[in-house]
């Protein structure tokens, strides 16, 4: 006798209705790769905030006797930098940088392109227009080029990084939330709250950002790695954070000389951004499939 | 006779079709021209066309959900189109639409019992006193709120969502329910269950419908007087027994004898019209039906036919019948 397969959905296993965001809850439950790439993500982000408290050495204080020490030295678990300094210290402190610096520019994009969106989106016509055309002459640079031209008039430093990829990151969410406001505006059942003599702003509320917000945010997630890849590729050409700061996209470019002389030590940094980036993707996957509404 | 609860004079709409880089208006897609009829309180008026007659365009600009480019809406004697801002938001209360796709007319992040609750919500209603109405009306409409009131609209069937739409729409208390197209999206032998609910509430709460359809059976069940549009005009216009027993339009004698009959005998060997309706956004001069109209004269190129009158409360817009002919045609 073969076992049959239950419904995998809960909701309708258990007879009784389930609220959309426990319905997700449970999803993501079950979702093995989501829930080792957010742990993963929970520890990266851990050791970053906690930086100041687990990092065994000042992450600034290096020792010339002590350059370019292996990975296993027994005082430096993970090496030293070309300049001495302890690299598990610069890891953690620079994942404190790179994530503010990868996170911080989407979400602000995702503040301002969503409000953008609704409002070019539910607006139509001239406002329609205005906004999505000037979207378009920022979207004509490719990413890398419009944050390097953008960070490069402003200047070197952390904040003029968050600027440059803010502005990078809002034409592409205003994009999904335009589109998906066309969509749903469309929709009977906005008509029908409009049939009802709800506001404009009743709709938006109760009707349109709450069936937009999921998939901008979803797309929002989906932009963080590469985020996290242009706030360490800026610092890299020395556009971004400013040294001494440990930054993993800076600490890639100073240790690139020492690559001949020791290949593992300057290979940390990209590690620490691949795995990341990787684990912000499989997360913001996840979410993905969740957060689709099935029928 | 009573006066009207709706009337409608001179309705237009058409709209732009907008194309190239500057969005220039290319052609105008004439969905509703010249639409007039009266709505009698207690009363269901049946509109009946083919699809993209202009029937849905129809029901919006009744509502006003849609702002009609020429003509008039009076409700209650009231010039809908005119009243400011907080009057139509109160005459909202008074006329309600049901929508054609269940799926589409449910917003899916709300439980059924909140979409119900929002319209009262918006109309000032506190929190508990608008969800036990909801609750109340649910159930009202064969959908125990103990069950049914806390799921999402994903979870129901499509008969089960078109109650819903009945509650939400019968929330407000209105006076009118505009139907658009109710129970096309339904399977048979749910349309038969949601037409008799409609007609029980229309009973219970003395409500005056005008109900939108393409299936003539839905219509004759339901109506007292019907309304034939083709490409956005009415061609014609009376009581659903006299057009089912005498319909004078080619248009609408070609639709009853397209509808399929139970009966063997009555079964017909070539479909009375052919082909698609023409093109709205350049529809024929004159009669928009002569070119596909057997009947057709060289006049009915050259300008509209005005509707005539053939009998009491029965008018055609057709040149085979004028006023001296009326009478024996």
Known sequence: MSVIALPQELSTVAGAPMSYWRTVAWRLSRDRATLVAGALLLVIALSAMLAPWIAPYDPSAGSIRLRLAPVGT???????????????????????????????????????????????????????????????????????????????ALGP?????????????????????????????????????????????????????????????????????????????????????????????LMLNTLRQSIYVNAVVPALPGLAIFVTSMAFNLVSDGLRDAMEIRA | MSAPLLATRGLRKHFPLQGGVLRRTRAWVRAVDEVSFDVKPGETLGIVGESGCGKSTLA????????????????????????????????????????????????????????????????????????????????????????????????????????????????????????????????????????????????DRELTYVFISHDLNVIEYVSDRVLVMYLGQVVESGTADALAEAPKHPYTQALFASAPSMDPDRRMERPPIAGDPPNPIDPPSGCRFRTRC??????????????????????????????????TA
Not at chain 1, 129 to 150: G, H, N, W
Not at chain 2, 302 to 319: E, I, M, N, R, T
Request: charged letters at 20%; hydrophobic letters at 50%.
């Open chain 1, 74 to 152: 027994p005082s430096h678990v993970l090496g030293t930098d070309e300049q001495g300094r302890d690299m598990l210290s610069r890891l953690l402190w620079g994942g404190r940088m790179t994530l503010v610096a990868g996170l911080t520019p989407v979400v602000v994009a995702f503040l301002v392109g969503t409000v953008l969106g609704v409002m070019a989106g539910y607006a139509g016509g001239l406002v329609n227009t205005l906004v999505m055309r000037t979207m378009d002459i920022f979207y004509a640079f490719p990413a890398v080029l419009l944050a390097i031209a953008i960070s490069g």
């Open chain 2, 60 to 203: 919006r600009l009744i509502l006003r959900l849609v702002e009609p480019d020429a003509g008039k809406v009076w409700f209650d004697g009231e010039d809908v189109l005119r009243v400011l801002p907080g009057r139509m938001k109160r005459l909202r209360r008074d006329m309600q639409l049901v929508f054609q796709d269940p799926y589409a007319s449910l917003n899916p992040r709300l439980t059924i019992e909140d979409a119900v609750a929002f319209s009262l919500l918006v109309h000032g209603a506190r929190r508990a006193e608008a969800r036990d109405k909801a609750r109340a009306l649910l159930g009202r409409v064969g959908l125990d709120p103990r069950l049914y009131g806390r799921r999402s609209p994903h979870e129901l069937s499509g008969g089960q969502r078109q109650r819903v739409n009945i509650a939400r729409a019968l929330v407000l208390d209105p006076k009118l329910l505009v139907l658009d197209e109710p129970v096309s999206a339904l399977d048979k032998s749910v349309q038969a269950q949601v037409l008799n609910l409609l007609l029980e509430l229309k009973a």
């Open chain 2, 294 to 327: 057997a009947f057709a004269m060289s006049r009915c190129a050259d300008a509209a036919p005005p509707p005539v009158a053939v009998a009491a409360d029965h008018d055609v817009a057709c040149y085979l019948y004028d006023a001296a002919t009326a009478v």
């Open chain 1, 157 to 249: 430093g952390l904040p003029n990084t968050l600027i440059s990829l803010s502005i990078v990151f809002i034409p592409r969410v205003v994009r999904v939330a335009e589109s998906a406001t066309v969509q749903v505006k469309g929709l009977e059942y906005v008509a029908a709250a409009k049939a009802s003599g709800a506001s404009v702003w009743q709709i938006l509320r109760h009707h349109l950002l709450a069936n937009i917000l999921g998939p901008v945010l979803v797309f929002a997630s989906t932009q963080v790695s590469l985020s996290i890849i242009l706030a360490a590729g800026l610092s890299f050409l020395g556009l971004g954070v400013t040294p001494p700061s440990a930054e993993w996209g």
